[in-house]
T-cell receptor
């Protein structure tokens, strides 16, 4: 069964350092999402791509976060500089196409701890 | 007020019980609705989509009430393996997916 791959699975970093997460969606999935999930809360959408284009990044803290999906396949989410409040699970998901009716498939996530 | 709100839980029920969760949404433009399940420290996985006419999948039944802007999930004959967090998901037409905070369910033997 095809899966969404994410790496690393765990990351510990000191505040003010840079950190990057990688996601490889299911092959053929045009839409890719990055979410942040704080313990006890639901996932919060940070950025959404359709192929290589950003279609929604309204909740992305653009002063420190950036995301790219250069060839419309895999994607990188970067935080620079990291802050203590960034400690969370970062989830990547993909779906076949844009449109609210398509199921989103999630990767295992990257658990970030900022010290 | 959050755009998608769920019963906070936790719900503690014995095996075999029937349990229901509700979720309300505030944006009347919402078009698609889902229930996802998330096990502890795992990623969310789709449980079922919610259709206007209501839909059933085995022991699980989902209902949508557009007039009152809520969706529900009913689990019959609860199993230990149903213990998880259930996330209500609302989509405003392609670009905006919003997750509720989730309702935790514990099924006890």
């Amino acid at each position: 069964e095809a899966e969404v791959a994410q790496s690393p699975r765990y990351k510990i970093t000191e505040k003010s350092q840079a950190v990057a997460f990688w996601c490889d969606p299911i092959s053929g999935h045009a839409t890719l999402y990055w979410y942040r999930q704080i313990l006890g809360q639901g996932p919060e959408l940070l950025v959404q791509f359709q192929d290589e284009s950003v279609v929604d990044d309204s909740q992305l803290p653009k002063d420190r976060f950036s995301a790219e999906r250069l060839k419309g396949v895999d994607s990188t989410l970067k935080i620079q500089p990291a802050e203590l409040g960034d400690s969370a699970m970062y989830l990547c998901a993909s779906s076949l196409a844009l449109g609210g009716t398509y199921e989103q498939y999630f990767g295992p996530g990257t658990r970030l701890t900022v010290t | 007020r959050k755009e998608v709100e769920q019963d906070p839980g936790p719900f503690n029920v014995p095996e075999g019980a029937t349990v229901a969760f509700n979720c309300t949404y505030s944006n009347s433009a919402s078009q698609s609705f889902f229930w996802y399940r998330q096990d502890c420290r795992k990623e969310p996985k789709l449980l079922m989509s919610v259709y206007s006419s209501g839909n059933e999948d085995g022991r699980f039944t989902a209902q949508l009430n557009r007039a009152s802007q809520y969706i529900s999930l009913l689990i019959r004959d609860s199993k230990l393996s149903d213990s998880a967090t259930y996330l209500c998901v609302v989509n405003r037409g392609g670009f905006k997916t919003i997750f509720g905070a989730g309702t935790r369910l514990f099924v006890k033997a």
